[in-house]
């Protein structure tokens, strides 16, 4: 089987926690498959991730950085080919979307998006899990050698230390001008930091109507915690963007994680399954944040804050 | 500007999700359909940049069952144009399947800008937007928002973790998955849809048959083996506030 091709990317000019992921199961089936491990990385930033990945072939493209989707994507599927990749892993994140479905549609190669878990069977395929309706359903496939897979951040851990020092060959790609990086815009910094907060009160769909938000923010209060919410509430305009958990917002860690009307969708379980404790409120009982939750209710939040805010009023 | 809109619909996941016999796919005669929630900040981004610069707005479909009323409210919110692309379809195609048609459909039917959800809750074999620019070898990117059209480039941001974002400009004809919309989608009284359907006329295009490219084997499909399912408290809102006191007591966690 030819390499197994990891794409590297960076998150505060490291290598990004879902990388090492790749890089540790890339490392574990290459040595079942007999085969390589090829890191790739875009521009001279990469560099020093790409020598601690432990791969077998370390490959720098030359030019690549900053990110433009249209010249990773040439610089990939040129890998691809050269190497007759027998896999091709990338974190299902812009990235990943962006370079995943693209780069196996151009060189006729199976795709699967959303893996959470991906083993070798016997006979030279592979097996994947993925999750599905908004991690409602998980769709085992088959995985054919020289499939593009786009693995859910988290899906399983990363080796704690690999041997560094891997040689790094530098790559250069055609200049790509379709399309070109006009700027950088850094993250919103808001009021407050999420991050840092040891208790989120955090709001989702299911807060229903902007002023319903005056109950979340009275809750936070009497708790002392700060209220976070996830992508659909930012996207209605409820609440700014640096108050989004999740995919596109932030990864947050807080003693305690307070869901309210949140479903659960792979996107926002990705920034706060990490919690302490984590307790979830929704009226579907079947919603999937249930399953990271460690206490649970079905009753309807817009009684449950006024109620609660009340009680920790009256004790505290 | 030509702009086409891509939308699909796909299973309602308020509804439980039923599975047929072979336990490999979803029952889908027994499910109800809702429009895809991202193809729907693709089109209201869409509705906004012809409000904005007088682009030209078609929505697209392929005609996979009971499609009409998707692409009449298309209408009714403000586009322009609608066309179904007939053929053999029904809702089990599989994603790359239906970019394969979309892209033999887009590649000579002279759009400038091709915008479509980021994602659908049911595209296990990839992304919409990423399959078509990698069929169609045209420039495309994910996770986008806040599109500008002029009569030049197309500019665009991209989201990535952590809040981090970046603007692009790019040649068309491009493809965009579009994350968010500036403005949360409109909504469309039934009553003007239906309104819309008596008046309007859907434009039937004869698309290509379904092809065999790369489609997965799905082995099994199931609900996830919960991992450990949370403890659930039992009761009304006053009893879950108790033992959510309760629990911030024992853990220390008041203010």
């Known amino acids: 089987m030819g390499p197994i091709i990891v794409v590297v990317e960076l998150q505060n000019d490291a290598m990004s926690p879902a990388t090492g992921e790749l890089l540790t199961r890339a490392r574990q089936l290459a040595q079942a498959r007999s085969t390589r491990v090829v890191a790739l990385g875009f521009g001279e930033a990469a560099r020093s991730a790409l020598a601690a990945s432990g791969a077998d072939d370390a490959v720098l493209v030359v030019g690549a950085d900053p990110y433009v989707p249209t010249l990773a994507e040439a610089a990939l599927r040129q890998m691809v080919r050269e190497t007759s990749a027998g896999l091709v892993l990338l974190a299902n994140t812009t990235m990943g979307m962006d370079l995943g479905a693209a780069t196996a549609a151009a060189e006729g190669r199976p795709m699967v998006a959303y893996v959470t878990s991906l083993t070798a069977v016997e006979g030279g395929e592979f097996t994947a899990t993925s999750?599905?309706?908004?991690?409602?359903?998980?769709?085992?496939?088959?995985?054919?050698?020289?499939?593009?897979?786009?693995?859910?951040?988290?899906?399983?851990?990363?080796?704690?230390?690999?041997?560094?020092?891997?040689?790094?060959?530098?790559?250069?790609?055609?200049?790509?001008?379709?399309?070109?990086?006009?700027?950088?815009?850094?993250?919103?910094?808001?009021?407050?930091?999420?991050?840092?907060?040891?208790?989120?009160?955090?709001?989702?769909?299911?807060?229903?109507?902007?002023?319903?938000?005056?109950?979340?923010?009275?809750?936070?209060?009497?708790?002392?915690?700060?209220?976070?919410?996830?992508?659909?509430?930012?996207?209605?305009?409820?609440?700014?963007?640096?108050?989004?958990?999740?995919?596109?917002?932030?990864?947050?860690?807080?003693?305690?994680?307070?869901?309210?009307?949140?479903?659960?969708?792979?996107?926002?379980?990705?920034?706060?399954?990490?919690?302490?404790?984590?307790?979830?409120?929704?009226?579907?009982p079947a919603a999937p944040i249930f399953e990271v939750a460690h206490y649970g209710a079905t009753c309807d939040i817009l009684e449950l804050m006024p109620l609660l805010t009340e009680l920790l009023g009256e004790a505290g | 500007?030509?702009?086409?809109?891509?939308?699909?619909?796909?299973?309602?996941?308020?509804?439980?999700?039923?599975?047929?016999?072979?336990?490999?796919?979803?029952?889908?005669?027994?499910?109800?359909?809702?429009?895809?929630?991202?193809?729907?900040?693709?089109?209201?981004?869409?509705?906004?940049?012809?409000?904005?610069?007088?682009?030209?707005?078609?929505?697209?479909?392929?005609?996979?069952?009971?499609?009409?009323?998707?692409?009449?409210?298309?209408?009714?919110?403000?586009?322009?144009?609608?066309?179904?692309?007939?053929?053999?379809?029904?809702?089990?195609?599989?994603?790359?399947?239906?970019?394969?048609?979309?892209?033999?459909?887009?590649?000579?039917?002279?759009?400038?800008?091709?915008?479509?959800?980021?994602?659908?809750?049911?595209?296990?074999?990839?992304?919409?937007?990423?399959?078509?620019?990698?069929?169609?070898?045209?420039?495309?990117?994910?996770?986008?928002?806040?599109?500008?059209?002029?009569?030049?480039?197309?500019?665009?941001?991209?989201?990535?973790?952590?809040g981090r974002m970046a603007e692009f400009r790019s040649a068309t004809p491009l493809v965009l998955g579009v994350q968010a919309a500036k403005k949360p989608p409109r909504y469309v009284p039934i009553a003007r849809i239906r309104q819309v359907s008596r008046s309007a006329t859907l434009e039937e295009v004869e698309a290509g048959a379904p092809s065999a490219e790369s489609t997965l084997a799905v082995q099994r499909l199931y609900r996830p083996e919960a991992q450990g399912h949370a403890t659930m408290w039992e009761g009304d809102a006053a009893e879950v506030a108790a033992a959510l006191v309760a629990l911030l007591d024992e853990q220390h966690l008041r203010s």
């Open chain 2, 1 to 162: 500007m030509r702009i086409a809109v891509l939308v699909k619909d796909v299973p309602d996941l308020v509804e439980e999700l039923e599975l047929d016999e072979s336990g490999r796919a979803l029952a889908v005669d027994d499910l109800s359909y809702v429009p895809s929630e991202w193809d729907d900040q693709a089109l209201e981004e869409a509705l906004l940049l012809k409000e904005a610069s007088g682009a030209h707005v078609s929505a697209v479909a392929l005609d996979t069952g009971d499609i009409d009323n998707m692409l009449y409210a298309a209408l009714a919110k403000g586009a322009d144009r609608a066309v179904k692309l007939v053929g053999d379809y029904d809702r089990t195609m599989p994603g790359r399947q239906r970019a394969r048609i979309l892209a033999d459909y887009l590649a000579d039917a002279g759009y400038d800008l091709v915008m479509t959800g980021v994602q659908a809750v049911d595209d296990l074999d990839g992304q919409i937007a990423g399959l078509l620019g990698g069929m169609l070898g045209w420039p495309h990117a994910s996770v986008v928002r806040d599109v500008a059209v002029g009569s030049g480039p197309v500019s665009f941001v991209q989201e990535y973790a952590g």
């Open chain 1, 131 to 284: 999750q599905v309706y908004a991690g409602k359903l998980v769709a085992e496939v088959a995985v054919p050698e020289g499939s593009v897979l786009t693995v859910l951040p988290g899906s399983w851990p990363a080796d704690d230390a690999v041997a560094g020092g891997t040689p790094v060959r530098e790559v250069a790609v055609a200049p790509e001008s379709a399309m070109e990086l006009v700027r950088t815009i850094e993250p919103e910094t808001g009021d407050v930091d999420i991050t840092r907060a040891d208790v989120l009160v955090s709001v989702g769909r299911g807060i229903q109507d902007p002023d319903n938000l005056e109950l979340a923010d009275e809750l936070a209060e009497a708790l002392g915690a700060v209220v976070s919410c996830s992508r659909p509430v930012v996207d209605a305009g409820w609440l700014p963007r640096a108050r989004q958990v999740g995919k596109s917002g932030q990864t947050v860690k807080p003693k305690l994680y307070l869901a309210l009307g949140i479903s659960g969708a792979p996107e926002h379980l990705q920034g706060m399954k990490d919690s302490e404790i984590i307790v979830a409120v929704n009226s579907d």
